[in-house]
């Protein structure tokens, strides 16, 4: 499960790092992004309509998307929140899933992500009495970016109206989260985490429009090393999506 990160970066920040061109408008820093909400994504460049979502061979772009995949076959965009994270074990048999795996595959760049721990009955209850679960915040250990592994695709809007000069509100971009079994690190925290592509080489493959070998991009559908990740406890203040600030991320206790 993966359901809030942080996005502090600029996507020329983001370009830089991924060796991509910039093609949105920044949405600005988020320390508690969560579902619903417009994130970043490196894909592969369109060498066509980049509306309709023609990827080519051309090089990388950063762009938005709304996080929550939303299938093109969907009625409306509601949908979407219930396909923020998708399992790497499913990803070559879910319908929603299937040919974006084979076509349409993206990275989210994250600074960190949230995931929350079973509370203990020595610490903060609930109001019903229960230990609450507390949240930690995970990044890497250098201080790069995660480079999250997802999928993307494009959704047409059927009440937009058709009659717009240009036609950009009929289209949805959306992506989703793949999520793999936890590591070591996370193991005591949560049984699932966010593929994190380790490398440039990783990125390559990943991102890469004439990869279409399951198997291969399977292979890098694993958990990452353990000693790759660090975390630590933060503030309940991450549990309201409203609180958006820096101090998010810094330890209590």
């Known amino acids: 499960m993966c359901g809030r990160f942080v996005s502090s970066s600029t996507p020329e920040q983001i370009a830089a790092h991924f060796g991509a061109e910039v093609a949105t408008d920044t949405l600005g820093p988020n320390f508690n992004v969560a579902p619903t909400h417009d ?6 460049d369109a060498g066509g309509d980049v509306a309709a979502g023609d990827v080519g061979v051309g090089g990388r772009r950063v762009d938005a998307f709304h996080w929550g995949l939303v299938p093109s076959w969907a009625k409306d965009r509601k949908v979407g929140y219930k396909m923020i ?24 760049p994250m600074d960190g992500f949230y995931e ?47 009659d717009e000069s ?28 966010p593929v994190i592509l380790t490398d440039a080489s990783a ?24 000693d790759l990740i ?17 101090h998010l991320v810094e330890p209590v206790g």
Do not use: Q
């Open 203 to 226: 990125w390559d493959v990943w991102l890469d429009p004439a990869m279409d070998d399951l198997d291969e991009l399977g292979a890098l559908l694993v958990p990452a090393p353990a």
């Open 39 to 44: 994130v970043y994504g490196v894909v592969a």
């Open 116 to 162: 929350w721990m079973p509370g203990t009955a020595d610490g903060p209850l609930t109001k019903a009495g229960k230990p609450a679960k507390r949240p930690v915040f995970v990044r890497r250990v250098d201080g790069e970016p995660l480079a999250v592994a997802g999928l993307w695709t494009v959704w047409k809007d059927p009440d937009a109206d058709p």
């Open 230 to 246: 660090t975390l630590h406890e933060v503030s309940t203040e991450v549990n309201d999506v409203r609180n958006r600030g820096a």
């Open 85 to 108: 994270n998708a399992r790497a074990e499913t990803l070559a048999e879910k319908p929603a899933f299937k040919k974006l795996f084979a076509t349409r595959r993206c990275i989210v």
């Open 166 to 193: 240009d036609g950009a509100d009929r289209w949805l971009h959306s992506a989703t989260v793949v999520t793999t079994s936890a590591n070591a690190t996370m193991a005591p925290v949560h049984d699932r985490m």
